[in-house]
């Protein structure tokens, strides 16, 4: 199983594919919606995107208020 | 529908709801494409009562209050009907704000009672803010998992004893039943205070317009704390014998996917989803090949020339046969709101034979104040004042506009806990809505701006400066405040509003690029819809009290003697 350390580094990596910025822009601790100024909808569309490329089901309540990286790879990380 | 005129309460109109339409679905849940529950009202009441049995045993008595912070599923409104059936007030929170915010809130109200889902409690319970919300004595939370530390809460699923028979708690008409915070979190709270007559009214008059049935199906997909989703997600479908389901995921494709497998035939949404969805059917109609798109096109112009008096729900699935089964094919209404919508949006749903329920409303007023009845269908308005409602224009310009009032038994009691806000909103028994408006000859209303310092987004967030102003606190200038543009330099619009950031320099200081990077970095801080747009300084002091409170009208009349454009300086 991949460390903690890893799966953040997977999710930065695919968010910033997701949204067409620099290799090495967004960082764990970053609020990806005041960082990236997403909506809720364009937050769904990354969830999804995660779900696929990690082969977990990420429940939304599960990540209801979750705001950064770092959290959002642990929960992804409790599911693999 | 049952007789709410007999009723004085919700949880004693919902307790004949749960016996009269007792075989009826009243509740599916999905999650994703897996059904998780399906309840009939006989189903739902017995969820119900053990909850209320507890809650009556825990201490909990009529009038006390009980917070609801969790996203749209089943055992929210059951938790509700509890709440109610124990004669208790419920404050539906946003489960969307951040936990400082939740406890913030959950304080000014005074709840006793917390209900709320596992993953939201995670947050709370470790929140700082937790101390300084000592009031909330009792927290039941859903859905945590065998392991899990409820760090003091109980187990909402605990409560499940099938022969719990607690007796209804009465309350009067003019009791508190809710209280619904139309917004205030980071400064200010306005905590709205309605009565049970609020809702029994607003849902008489709701359902007279767009009423509802046993075997109806509601998408609920606004958060239910939401004044709409309360009324046509909640309380008018339970009145009905109808059916609410709900999804516990909102990502597009289940939610294209619920539509057909359950045949919705109302969803309510805010515009922002609205015009995704306008842009999403267009994309595909844009990609028909040349034929079938002329066709197509053809077909949405017969549609029109066909619906122009009034809806014609079976011609147009007929007409436009692809587009409709794609919306499960029994859809009878959209219903927007929250926020203001464009005509144009309106006009592309209803060519294709959806009609748009949009409206009016306000928090305050008991969610709607006036809709579109569809006869004809009017894009360029909000519709007509819904039945018993007074709506009149007070101080109205030369070509009629003027602030929009309302008086009506679905308006609020008033602002917990600040009878100066009160007195200033509530006048002779007149709401003053803060709005700008006008009649037309046929009677319909039509929103040209806002008298107030605020704005609302699309995605229905009302947005007030105050709310705001912290993150700008220590900002190297002399004074600072923040403005809804349009409240200083007044237009005649319900969209694009922004917000801008008034500073008065030091004597010695020059408005630079560093000083701007400051006000930028900060800016982002705040979440995309809450963010300023420019910055105006200010060439005087400002204007303030004997107490040194800055007198924002006074510095907006001074503001607007400037350019507008030129005066807003971009960030």
């Given at each position: 199983?991949?460390?903690?350390?890893?799966t953040?580094?997977?999710?930065?990596?695919?968010a910033?594919?997701?949204?067409n910025?620099?290799?090495?822009s967004?960082?764990?601790?970053?609020?990806?919606?005041?960082k990236?100024?997403?909506?809720?909808?364009?937050?769904?569309?990354?969830?999804?995107?995660?779900?696929?490329?990690f082969?977990?089901e990420?429940?939304?309540?599960?990540v209801q208020?979750?705001?950064?990286?770092?959290t959002?790879?642990?929960?992804i990380?409790s599911?693999l | 529908?049952?007789d709410?005129a007999?009723h004085?309460?919700i949880?004693a109109?919902?307790e004949?709801?749960?016996?009269v339409?007792?075989?009826?679905?009243?509740?599916?849940?999905?999650?994703?494409?897996?059904?998780?529950?399906?309840l009939s009202y006989a189903?739902?009441?017995?969820?119900a009562?053990?909850?209320?049995?507890?809650l009556a045993?825990g201490?909990?008595?009529?009038?006390?209050?009980a917070?609801?912070?969790?996203?749209?599923?089943?055992k929210?409104l059951i938790?509700a009907?509890?709440i109610?059936?124990?004669?208790?007030?419920?404050?539906?929170l946003?489960?969307?704000l951040?936990p400082?915010?939740?406890?913030?809130?959950?304080?000014?109200?005074g709840?006793?009672v917390?209900?709320?889902?596992?993953?939201?409690?995670?947050q709370?319970?470790?929140?700082?803010?937790?101390?300084?919300?000592?009031?909330v004595?009792t927290?039941?939370?859903s859905?945590?998992?065998a392991?899990?530390?409820?760090s003091?809460?109980q187990?909402?699923?605990?409560f499940?004893?099938?022969n719990?028979a607690?007796?209804l708690?009465s309350?009067?008409r003019?009791d508190l039943a809710c209280?619904v915070?139309s917004?205030?979190?980071?400064?200010?709270?306005?905590?709205?205070?309605?009565?049970?007559?609020n809702y029994?009214e607003?849902?008489?008059?709701?359902?007279?317009?767009?009423p509802?049935?046993p075997g109806?199906?509601?998408?609920?997909?606004?958060?239910?704390?939401?004044?709409i989703?309360?009324?046509v997600?909640?309380?008018?479908p339970?009145t009905?014998?109808?059916?609410?389901?709900h999804l516990?995921?909102?990502?597009?494709?289940?939610?294209?996917?619920?539509?057909?497998?359950?045949?919705?035939?109302y969803?309510?949404?805010?515009p922002l989803?609205?015009?995704?969805?306008?842009?999403?059917?267009?994309?595909?109609?844009?990609?028909?090949?040349p034929?079938?798109?002329?066709?197509?096109?053809?077909?949405?112009a017969?549609?029109?020339?066909?619906t122009?008096?009034h809806p014609r729900?079976?011609?147009?699935?007929?007409?436009?046969?692809q587009?409709?089964?794609?919306?499960?094919?029994?859809?009878?209404?959209?219903i927007v709101?929250g926020?203001f919508?464009?005509?144009?949006?309106?006009?592309?749903f209803?060519?294709?034979?959806i009609?748009?329920?949009?409206?009016y409303g306000?928090?305050?007023?008991?969610?709607a104040?006036?809709?579109?009845d569809l006869?004809p269908?009017?894009?360029?308005?909000?519709?007509?004042?819904l039945?018993?409602?007074?709506v009149?224009i007070?101080?109205?310009a030369?070509?009629?506009?003027?602030?929009v009032?309302?008086?009506?038994?679905?308006?609020?009691?008033?602002y917990?806990n600040?009878?100066e806000?009160t007195a200033?909103?509530?006048v002779?028994?007149?709401l003053r809505?803060?709005?700008?408006?006008?009649?037309?000859?046929?009677?319909h209303?039509?929103l040209?701006?806002r008298?107030?310092?605020?704005?609302?987004?699309?995605?229905?967030?009302?947005?007030?400066p105050?709310d705001?102003?912290?993150?700008?606190?220590?900002?190297?200038?002399k004074?600072?405040c923040?403005?809804?543009?349009?409240?200083?330099?007044?237009k005649?619009?319900?969209v694009?509003?922004q917000?801008?950031?008034a500073i008065?320099?030091?004597?010695?200081?020059?408005?630079?690029d560093?000083?701007r990077?400051?006000?930028?970095?900060?800016?982002?801080?705040?979440l995309?819809?809450?963010r300023i747009?420019?910055?105006v300084v200010c060439?005087e002091?400002?204007?303030?009290?004997?107490?040194l409170k800055i007198k924002?009208?006074?510095?907006?009349?001074?503001l607007?003697q400037l350019?507008?454009?030129q005066?807003?300086?971009?960030?």
């Open positions: 199983m991949p460390t903690l350390e890893n953040t580094q997977e999710v930065l990596t695919l910033e594919k997701h949204f910025l620099a290799p090495g967004l960082s764990p601790d970053d609020d990806f919606f005041k990236l100024g997403i909506d809720s909808l364009q937050t769904l569309e990354l969830l999804s995107r995660l779900e696929s490329h082969q977990i990420l429940p939304d309540y599960e208020g979750v705001s950064d990286f770092k959002l790879a642990e929960r990380q599911r | 529908m049952l709410l007999k004085s309460s949880g109109a919902l004949e709801a749960v016996q339409f007792a075989k009826e679905t009243c509740l599916i849940e999905a999650d994703r494409e897996r059904e998780k529950e399906r189903e739902f009441g017995k969820r009562l053990p909850l209320a049995r507890a045993e201490g909990f008595a009529g009038g006390d209050r917070s609801i912070i969790m996203t749209n599923q089943s929210w938790s009907y509890a109610f059936y124990s004669g208790g007030v419920l404050v539906p946003d489960y969307k951040t400082a915010e939740h406890w913030q809130l959950l304080e000014h109200s709840a006793k917390l209900i709320t889902e596992y993953p939201i409690w995670r709370l319970s470790a929140s700082p803010a937790r101390a300084s919300a000592g009031g004595q927290v039941l939370v859905e945590a998992p392991n899990a530390d409820l003091g809460a187990r909402w699923e605990a499940r004893n099938e719990a607690p007796v708690v309350r009067e003019e209280i915070y917004s205030g979190t980071g400064g200010r709270p306005k905590g709205c205070m309605m009565t049970h007559e029994l607003q849902c008489v008059a709701l359902t007279s317009l767009y509802f049935w109806l199906r509601y998408l609920s997909i606004l958060p239910t704390n939401h004044a989703d309360f009324m997600g909640f309380f008018g339970f009905c014998g109808a059916c609410v389901v516990r995921t909102l990502r597009p494709e289940f939610v294209r996917e619920a539509f057909t497998k359950y045949k919705i035939t969803v309510s949404l805010v989803v609205l015009k995704n969805l306008q842009k999403g059917l267009q994309a595909r109609f844009d990609e028909l090949p034929g079938k798109r002329r066709i197509f096109r053809s077909l949405v017969v549609n029109r020339l066909s122009k008096a729900l079976w011609l147009s699935r007929r007409l436009l046969k587009v409709h089964a794609a919306f499960g094919g029994e859809l009878q209404a959209i709101g926020a919508t464009e005509p144009e949006t309106l006009q592309f209803y060519d294709l034979g009609p748009v329920a949009n409206g306000l928090t305050e007023a008991g969610t104040i006036t809709v579109n006869r269908f009017r894009p360029d308005t909000v519709g007509k004042p039945p018993g409602m007074e009149k007070v101080d109205p030369p070509d009629g506009v003027g602030e009032w309302v008086r009506s038994k679905t308006v609020m009691s008033g917990l600040d009878p806000l200033e909103t509530i002779d028994g007149w809505t803060g709005d700008l408006g006008r009649f037309d000859r046929q009677g209303l039509h040209s701006g008298k107030k310092n605020m704005i609302v987004t699309e995605e229905g967030k009302n947005i007030y105050e705001i102003e912290s993150v700008f606190e220590s900002l190297p200038v004074e600072f923040v403005f809804a543009a349009n409240y200083v330099w007044p005649r619009s319900m694009g509003e917000l801008i950031l008065r320099l030091e004597s010695n200081q020059a408005f630079d560093e000083l990077q400051d006000v930028s970095r900060r800016n982002s801080r705040l995309n819809y809450k747009h420019g910055i060439g002091d400002f204007p303030r009290t004997a107490s924002r009208n006074d510095l907006a009349a001074r607007a350019d507008r454009e005066a807003i300086l971009p960030l």
